[in-house]
């Protein structure tokens, strides 16, 4: 029992504690007693999971996803669930009686810790391309199947997590220029073949929501009036208009940054970014601190998942990107992205413990 709390890294948890409050203030305030209880009750529960997850996770070590052949299999399942959830109901989602469950966010720490354990091993020989294009594989696959459900915010995601790793892991910036050339073509064929009308609508309104003020740019001028009504100190907790008369749809979920801001105002909404930024920054501690490859792409690959959920949801939630509809890390409400994220935090627990226990002598790397 020692062991494992001395594997938790306390002050983490302390920076993550404020984005977990201010996620609850926010969903206790919404509109009536009855619907706050349901959202905050439920984002307990799913805390409490997500603690525990985190702790027993702790305790694995992490050569476990370096030595083995399990992500490989792992990989593999989770393209069969995208897969058989697509053929099911065509949406991102596993519906139980009491919860859903979306494997697109799992399948998002899966591609992290395969792409880390693959550029890891590859790190001498990295500078040849096709190591760019078999891990763009990697990313793509899932990618691709999230993008049918259709989630065409995961799917950024995808793309952002693998772009930030390819380059961490050195590849030249001659390949570069190719990869953001095969994007752009990718970005057409998606455009005029995969994406659904209300989606292209989302991103032609994102660049004048008059044009549509009742339906496309509803979303993206509701976001703005209740970031905007905040001012400078907010509405007051349980005051915001827009969301407690329900004019800011999912202010629960995707346009919960929108909704804290409204109560909070610009002072919270900065102290609430100050705690991200604080937040990520410890968790590339092991990226700059470690000579494991593993461990350094790992760190920043759950890095660009924190970063990337940020600067998209965000970014919407202000008017400076499109509707994709993503949650807000530790912030906004939903099992499935929390429970991620404490399982890769679990995870990262060990590797940061493991370090430093090499680092004292005690033990050696064997990677």
Same mark, same amino acid.
């Given at each position: ?20 409050? #201010? ?172 994406? !659904? ?21 509803? @979303? ?5 009036? #209740? ?33 804290? #801001?409204?109560?909070?105002?610009? !002072? ?18 092991? #990226? ?24 998209? @949801? ?29 399982? !890769? ?23």
């Amino acid at each position: 029992m020692i062991r494992a709390l001395r594997t938790i890294d306390w002050t983490s948890l302390l920076i993550i504690m404020p984005l977990l409050l #201010a996620g609850l203030f926010t969903m206790k305030s919404f509109g009536g007693e009855n619907a706050s209880d349901y959202f905050f009750w439920r984002q307990i529960i799913w805390l409490a999971l997500g603690l525990g997850v985190c702790i027993i996770f702790s305790q694995i070590d992490w050569r476990f996803f370096y030595s083995s052949g399990f992500l490989i299999v792992f990989y593999a399942v989770g393209l069969l669930v995208l897969v058989s959830l697509f053929l099911a109901n065509e949406t991102s989602w596993f519906q139980f009686s009491f919860f859903a469950i979306q494997p697109s966010e799992f399948m998002k720490l899966i591609v992290v810790l395969l792409l880390a354990k693959y550029f890891s091993r590859r790190h001498i020989e990295i500078t040849q391309f096709r190591h760019v294009l078999i891990s763009g594989l990697y990313a793509a696959i899932p990618a691709f199947l999230v993008l049918m459900q259709p989630d065409f915010g995961s799917a950024i995601i995808f793309f952002i997590i693998w772009l930030g790793m390819v380059i961490s892991s050195g590849i030249p910036f001659r390949y570069l220029a190719l990869v953001l050339g095969v994007a752009v073509i990718m970005f057409v064929v998606v455009w005029m073949l995969v994406l !659904a009308p209300y989606q292209k609508d989302r991103i032609l309104t994102f660049v004048n929501p008059y044009l549509d003020p009742q339906g496309a740019g509803y @979303h993206i001028l509701q976001t703005q009036i #209740a970031v905007g009504s905040g001012q400078m100190f907010g509405q007051g907790v349980g005051y915001g208009i827009q969301s407690r008369l329900k004019f800011l749809p999912e202010h629960e979920t995707d346009f919960i940054f929108a909704a804290f #801001a409204e109560e909070w105002g610009f !002072a919270g909404a900065l102290l609430l970014i100050a705690f991200f930024i604080i937040l990520i920054w410890r968790l590339l501690g092991p #990226a700059r601190a470690s000579s494991d490859n593993f461990i350094r792409l790992f760190s920043i690959g759950l890095s660009l998942i924190v970063i990337s959920h940020f600067i998209v @949801h965000v970014g919407m939630n202000v008017g400076l990107l499109p509707i994709t509809g993503l949650p807000l890390s530790f912030v906004s409400y939903g099992g499935s992205h929390l429970l991620m994220l404490f399982l !890769a935090l679990g995870i990262w627990m060990n590797m940061r413990q493991s370090r430093r226990t090499q680092v004292s002598g005690d033990e050696i790397d064997v990677s």
